[in-house]
């Protein structure tokens, strides 16, 4: 009588090694190819298809959008028209929209007095809760208005999945989900929307690295001050006439520079602490489309506009009654917030900033779109948020107040990299339910953020003696 013994973990081990050099790598794409070959086969013989077309104008288009040569250049191509068409339409609507909420701010300012409300109470409540609030509700709302139906608009239509397509080898590399192209694309409209959508993600560990490396794509919110920093700093220095096409290419290039951090951070996550087998998934083009209007608004307004519009709104009135109280409780004569940029500036000092501009990010953890007029405030030292009429008065305030080149580069790097505003980070805690990754998805784009602005400072340092 015989007896068997079992297989050892070495033995297995060794057996799947042999058995994968066996099959190869390709054995996903096989089952994938044999599947839909066997589909199409069963298809002829079951279904009589007539009145076909005699151009197959989506397989043509396909095989434009998909292409190794043109495929790249069309998607960067159409980020920039999506970009500029939401940075040169919300203008008129921002300033429209900003104009009514301010207006209204000074009817709420001579109520107050009529009712002989103390200057405190006026203050905190008008120039710094409700000044807060309506200035994020006049920044966000006109380009979210925009992008996310131009964005709606692309998905339903059926170019999204060609965009997925296209970067699939890319994200196989770095170790992260296709899918993950989807939820970047979303990012431009909002993080917190992008990571929301981190959900089409079926694997726990390539939707955490989607949802970690979100970040990295510029949103709305910090658009206003890449615009600001493109037209003053680097606009400036070409003829009126060039102006907003150069702004924009400056503000396209940080955006694929954003891309480009997310691709490397994907993959450093992916061979390190998130390391793991990489998911395979078959992404089955859809048909070109022609959209459904009516769906198209529904989603774009209310499933993601209007949600994303409230939790920032939520997280705006605290940041503008901390400013109105930096800005108004005096130590010696000298604010809060003086007080404060004065201490910052030797470590800002080091990665190219300084205090005001740490003071102005610290203050708008709640909402980037509070970046611009904090610094303004802050400069002029006046004690609520202020606005100035045009960009030169803004490069002018600037330049006075010792901002180089160097300086508008090393804030354009921590506009782009640093960490995620409070509405963001609420959405990363809901979607993983833990501290720990939330706090990586902090801390892991600020230390990026101070090391990629003191590399810069230190080399414009030696570079200039």
Request: hydrophobic content about 55%; overall charge positive.
């Amino acid at each position: 009588m015989s007896t068997s013994t079992a297989p050892s973990a070495q033995e297995l081990l060794a057996d799947a090694r042999k058995l994968r050099r066996e099959i190869g790598t390709g054995l996903h794409d096989r089952l994938a190819a044999s599947l839909y070959s066997d589909a199409a086969r069963i298809a002829d013989k079951c279904v009589r298809v007539t009145g076909q077309p005699s151009v197959d104008w989506g397989l043509i288009a396909d095989k434009i959008v998909t292409s190794r040569l043109l495929g790249f250049p069309i998607m960067i191509g159409g980020l920039a028209v999506v970009l500029w068409l939401t940075i040169a339409g919300a203008n008129v609507p921002s300033s429209m929209l900003f104009s009514a909420l301010f207006a209204l701010r000074d009817v709420m300012l001579s109520g107050m007095n009529a009712i002989g409300a103390p200057w405190w109470l006026t203050g905190f409540l008008i120039d710094g809760v409700y000044t807060g609030l309506a200035w994020v509700v006049a920044v966000m709302l006109p380009p979210m208005a925009i992008f996310f139906p131009v964005f709606t608009l692309l998905e339903d239509v059926g170019y999204l999945p060609r965009v997925a397509f296209n970067l699939d080898r890319i994200f196989r590399w770095c170790g992260a989900h296709g899918k993950q192209a989807l939820t970047m694309g979303m990012g431009f409209g909002c993080n917190a929307a992008g990571v929301a959508a981190c959900r089409i993600i079926d694997s726990p560990r390539e939707r955490l690295i989607a949802i970690l490396t979100n970040n990295f794509m510029l949103c709305n919110g910090r658009w206003p001050t890449i615009i600001m920093l493109a037209t003053v700093f680097v606009a400036a220095s070409f003829p009126p006439v060039w102006s907003s096409v150069i702004a924009t290419g400056a503000v396209v290039g940080v955006t694929l520079l954003g891309v480009v951090v997310t691709f490397v951070v994907s993959r450093a996550l992916s061979q390190t602490v998130l390391k793991g087998e990489s998911s395979h998934f078959f992404l089955e083009l859809p048909p070109y489309r022609r959209p459904n209007l009516l769906r198209v608004i529904h989603r774009a307004m209310i499933d993601r506009t209007i949600v994303v519009l409230g939790r920032a709104c939520i997280c705006a009135i605290p940041a503008g009654a901390l400013i109105w109280i930096l800005g108004n409780v005096t130590v010696g004569d000298v604010s809060l917030m003086t007080h404060i940029s004065e201490w910052l500036t030797p470590a800002a000092a080091l990665i190219g900033l300084d205090g005001v501009i740490l003071v102005a990010y610290i203050i708008a953890i709640p909402a980037n779109e509070i970046v611009v007029p904090t610094l303004i405030m802050g400069y002029m030292a006046t004690s609520k948020m202020t606005e100035l009429d045009n960009m030169a008065e803004l490069g002018q305030l600037f330049h006075a107040n010792g901002w180089t080149p160097v300086t508008a580069a090393c804030m354009m790097l921590f506009a782009l990299l640093h960490y995620p505003c409070a509405t963001t980070t609420w959405t990363i805690y809901r979607e993983t339910g833990s501290w720990k990754w939330t706090a990586w998805a902090n801390l892991m784009p600020l230390t990026l953020a101070i090391l990629a602005c003191g590399l810069v400072a230190q080399v414009a340092r030696l570079w200039t003696g």
